[in-house]
Every structure is written in structure tokens, then in C-alpha cells.
């Protein structure tokens, strides 16, 4: 699985837009960028996955740049229950396997 | 989404005693199941990856005598920690994924604290 890397800590005013950037520059075509989010205490939740075009769904909008090198996952109206530790990994389907990096911990802050 | 059940949510054993955590794919059939640790403040670390019907594949570094896995049916992965010690106190969370669904993205348990006294 490629690695990914991300900001270790971010800060957001609820009500704003969070966006959280991810680097994944060896990523290989047949790898999907996934998401997910651990609040403490919790086991991981998942929040959006795409392969090179931008998604969105109820949760998240996931934006992909062309040459798939990096991606930025979008929170568009932050609340406090946003606040919790992101996790942006590249996986193929084929591999199974989910390896987690080190996370940005989001602080979402009234 | 998919609903993967981790039980027990907490343990406490002694010692040298065995403690068996279930991880349940509720509403799917999972041919895999990934079992991860995670130690305080830091990220999950996969341990192994459970397969329907097989043997267990175990990341380099984890004890496959010391951390038991049998997946016997498409919905059910056990992990046992034998002869436990206080460095096993931990929170360990399951995963399931439905290689056969539209979807790829895997489920995760609630997870399981062991405290290990």
C-alpha cells in the first residue's frame, strides 16, 4: 500500500469548512484513496473513498488532483462531533488490507 | 452502512489467563477480517488478516501462538489472547470487508479495551 502523509493536528470553527489535505504521492493507479475518522474510545468509522474522481456524499466531499498525488477531504459545515482523528490510506481492493498512518487530529472549537 | 460487532467492549482478566474477543459481520458476509491494536495515543497497527476457512496471515513482529485467530464462518472472526500479560493491555478493534460487494471500503468494530491486571 503506498503511504500517506498528513498534518499531524488541525484546528476549525464549527460552523466553517474543514479541509484536510493528504499526500499520497506514490500511489499506484488500481489504489483507491480512502477515509476514515476515529473519535477516542471508538473503533474507526468510514467516511467517503474515490480512485481519481472527486466524491461526495452525506458525510464528506473527497477532492482528488489529476495526477492523484494528493487529496484534501472536505467537511463542509463542521460541528463539534467532527472532532476526532482523520485517516487518509491508499489501498487497492485486491490488497485487502487497510494499513493506518499517524492521522490528523481535527479540533473542531465553538 | 455495514455493521461489523466486536464483543466483549471491555475485559479485565488476570495474568497469565486466555481472553477471547468475537468480531461479527452482522449484515454481510466477510471473506476477510483484519484484526489491529492500538496502544494510547497512537494509531492502529494491523496484527493479522483473518481469511474464511484458512489459516490466519500475521504482520512481522506479532506472536501467532500468543494471538489466536479462527475464522470459521463468513460472519464470525475470534482472536484470543493467550497467557495475557500486563503489555497486552490494549484496544483491539476488528474490521470486516465484503470482497464481494459493490462496495470495498471496510467496517470496523467498537472495539475492545483489555486491561490486564
Known amino acids: 500500500d503506498a503511504k500517506t502523509t498528513q498534518p499531524p493536528s488541525m484546528d476549525c470553527a464549527e460552523g466553517r469548512a474543514a479541509n484536510l489535505p493528504c499526500n499520497h504521492s506514490?500511489?499506484?493507479?488500481?489504489?483507491?484513496v480512502y477515509w476514515y475518522r476515529q473519535i477516542h474510545s471508538q473503533g474507526p468509522q468510514y467516511i467517503i473513498h474515490?480512485?481519481?474522481n472527486n466524491e461526495t456524499n452525506e458525510m464528506a466531499s473527497l477532492i482528488i488532483t489529476e495526477d492523484r498525488k494528493s487529496s484534501t477531504l472536505i467537511l463542509p459545515h463542521a460541528t463539534l462531533r467532527d472532532t476526532a482523528v482523520y485517516y487518509c490510506?491508499?489501498?487497492?481492493?485486491?490488497?485487502?488490507?487497510?494499513?493506518f498512518g499517524t492521522g490528523t487530529r481535527l479540533q473542531v472549537f465553538p | 452502512g455495514a455493521v461489523v460487532s466486536q464483543h466483549p467492549s471491555r475485559v479485565i482478566c488476570k495474568s497469565g489467563t486466555s481472553v477471547k474477543i468475537e468480531c461479527r459481520s452482522l449484515d454481510f458476509q466477510a471473506t476477510t477480517m483484519f484484526w489491529y491494536r492500538q496502544f494510547p495515543k497512537q494509531s492502529l497497527m494491523l496484527m493479522a488478516t483473518s481469511n474464511e476457512g484458512s489459516k490466519a496471515t500475521y504482520e512481522q513482529g506479532v506472536e501467532k501462538d500468543k494471538f489466536l485467530i479462527n475464522h470459521a464462518s463468513l460472519t464470525l472472526s475470534t482472536l484470543t489472547v493467550t497467557s495475557a500479560h500486563p503489555e497486552d493491555s490494549s484496544f483491539y478493534i476488528c474490521s470486516a470487508r465484503d470482497l464481494g460487494g459493490a462496495n470495498t471500503e471496510a467496517f470496523f468494530g467498537q472495539g475492545t479495551r483489555l486491561t490486564v491486571v
Open positions: 506514490t500511489i499506484s493507479g488500481n489504489e483507491y
Open positions: 490510506i491508499a489501498s487497492s481492493y485486491n490488497t485487502d488490507k487497510l494499513i
Open positions: 474515490g480512485l481519481k
